[in-house]
């Protein structure tokens, strides 16, 4: 049995798809040669002399009224002059065919001028959610993967954004080099922990170069209202449309569920779209129109202009076939028209909301084995129903949260500080750290380096504490907790550095010893040190490196072959880049540090 949310969404995207039709005949309906329409002058005239000729027959002024009425046939109300009537219309019908109306520019056979598109995608920890099975990002890979099949050929780069945001793949019409980057995607390979999509503004106007009908594709599952103001503010005063694949499912309970409102308020404040995935293609198709639509609406493209005239051929040559009867023009052509009429208007919203289906090409994933999802049940939507008609987000988590339910207290708060305290009591520190690191305070900073320490991340949550303490302005009452916190966290680091080195060379070393966990932290050992030396740059030249062997194995050693661990250093460099990008224009600031 089919699932009527199926036919919900078909239907929501045939509306939408119905709009844009209708947007572009009233914004670029024109005619190719206009100049036929000229003609229209002397039918009138024609038209009107014939018109009134037979309205007073010589003949009939010779006959008395009642036996004028007895003797002809039709002379009353909608039926008098129908023959002409007809005629004019089928006149005015070819001259407008004549004229080649047209509101779309005919498809390239090069597919030169598909849209371009940037897939800003979301690699946060959030992300790993088994909601949409096997995970959000596996599923929104998968549906990355289908639409770039579907487009075939056009256009297309690749950003992922965590606390940062990076270009992974620029636009290219190659999809055989987009694909292994795309699958190398995980949260492991972001330099920056957290959840920010506004990051990613600055790479799109570098990647789209205002290029008209280009079209952002985000997918995420939910956003701050940082984010949502950020975007709001550039698309409008950029030329891109905003598509917005939600990536979760909002029927099945979740400890991180899909933003669902967040998104909607995005969509709204940047003039966008949201398609939720489903379990076919129609959402992969959904968006497909949505790109080639806004191409056609905004693109700049160098094929001429589709004559849709043709269509109307059709109700003349029916209308034309009235005339080979005696006396059915007169007495049926008024079911002939409204049937017409009908079948024109069927014809032509058939035209408009045609699109060719294409079948997505299935991916092959190898999923981890998840847990059973659990369903929410009608009676758990009415009854979320019911709280929201008389409590806001943040009053039901904090309803939830005085009694005990941490996790589900944590899933409704919108305040990101509230819902990050919340994981934290649920013992979700990873999505107390998610949370923690959008609050724009050092409290919440604070917060995330305890989240990261429970995870036990006690370098990372080490630096952050030593970042808070050199910021000047620090509330006294917060730099104590923060100064102890860092010397606990610094004697943790001390002590698993000296551990790995009295255990180096042993065969049970650092990596067989579950003193601390499943997943024992070696600090600062080797693993780091080895990481810090492959984030130097070196500048060879070809010459160099053919006239040296040892250069040459250097260099390849240093080629990383697997993806992943190619953007993780790619990150890196750009992090670090764009850190001393920052620095140096601090430097040069001369109001920087004096007085003005």
């Known amino acids: 049995m089919v699932d009527g949310s199926f036919f919900d969404a078909a239907l929501f995207d045939i509306a939408l798809f119905d709009n844009q039709s209708l947007q572009a005949f009233f914004t670029q309906f024109h005619f190719i040669r206009p100049y036929w329409l000229l003609a229209l002058l002397p039918l009138c005239a024609v038209v009107y002399w014939r ?87 596996e599923r929104s890979k998968q549906k990355i993967r289908d639409l770039l099949a579907l487009r075939d050929g056009g256009k297309a780069g ?25 699958a190398a995607i995980v949260p492991d390979i972001m330099p920056v922990e957290g959840k920010a999509a506004e990051q990613a503004l600055p790479l799109i106007a570098d990647q789209l170069q205002a290029a008209p009908g280009s079209t952002v594709l985000l997918v995420t599952d939910g956003g701050s209202q940082r984010t949502i103001d950020a975007y709001g503010e550039y698309f409008a005063n950029n030329p891109y449309q905003l598509l917005i694949l939600a990536a979760g499912n909002p029927d099945v309970a979740s400890p991180d569920p899909v933003d669902m409102k967040a998104l909607e308020a995005l969509a709204s404040a940047s003039n966008g779209r949201i398609v939720t995935v489903t379990v076919d ?47 059915w023009l007169v007495q049926w052509s008024w079911v002939a028209m409204v049937s017409l009429s009908l079948l024109l208007s069927a014809v032509f919203s058939a035209s408009l909301l045609y699109a060719p289906a294409v079948n997505a090409q299935p991916v092959e994933m190898k999923a981890k084995q998840t847990d059973p999802v659990e369903t929410l049940t009608a009676l758990d939507k009415a009854t979320q129903w019911w709280w929201d008609l008389w409590l806001t987000p943040d009053q039901q988590g904090q309803r939830l949260f005085n009694h005990n339910e941490y996790l589900a207290a944590g899933q409704h708060f919108e305040d990101p500080l509230r819902k990050g305290i919340a994981y934290y009591y649920a013992g979700e520190f990873k999505l107390a750290h998610t949370a923690f690191i959008q609050v724009d305070s050092d409290r919440g900073q604070y917060y995330a380096a305890s989240a990261l320490a429970r995870q036990r991340e006690y370098v990372a949550a080490r630096d952050l504490l030593k970042t808070l303490l050199d910021k000047p302005g620090l509330d006294p009452a917060l730099k104590s907790d923060v100064a102890h916190n860092y010397r606990v966290l610094s004697g943790i680091v001390d002590d698993i550095n000296q551990f790995s080195e009295s255990q180096a060379g042993s065969s049970d070393g650092p990596e067989q010893s579950f003193e601390l966990g499943d997943e024992p932290q070696t600090a600062e050992g080797a693993d780091e040190k080895t990481s810090a030396e492959l984030m130097v740059k070196a500048h060879l030249s070809a010459s160099e490196l053919l006239g040296s062997d040892d250069l040459a194995d250097k260099w ?41």
């Open 281 to 327: 293609s129609s959402d992969v198709e959904a968006l497909n129109r949505y790109i080639e639509r806004n191409m056609q609406l905004n693109g700049e493209s160098a094929m001429p202009w589709k004559d849709m005239g043709y269509g109307l051929l059709l109700p003349i040559a029916l209308i034309l076939l009235l005339w080979f009867r005696r006396g």
């Open 556 to 596: 390849l050693k240093r080629v990383e072959a697997d993806p992943k661990y190619f953007l993780k250093a790619k990150f890196q460099l750009q992090l670090l880049d764009r850190d001393q990008q920052a620095d140096s224009n601090t430097a040069g600031d001369p109001n920087d540090g004096g007085d003005p």
């Open 158 to 182: 690749l950003v992922v954004y965590a606390g940062t945001a990076h270009i992974a793949m620029p636009v290219t019409q190659d999809s055989r080099v987009f694909a292994p980057f795309l």
């Open 51 to 137: 018109w009134r000729e037979d309205s007073q027959p010589r003949w009939q002024s010779i006959l008395p009224d009642h036996l004028r009425r007895a003797l002809t046939v039709g002379d009353q109300g909608w039926r008098k002059q129908l023959p002409l009537k007809v005629l004019a219309l089928i006149m005015t019908l070819a001259i407008v065919v004549c004229a080649g109306p047209t509101w779309q520019r005919q498809a390239s056979p090069f597919g030169e001028d598909k849209a371009s598109m940037l897939v800003v995608l979301d690699n946060s920890e959030s992300m790993l959610q088994t909601d949409l099975p096997p995970s959000r990002l």
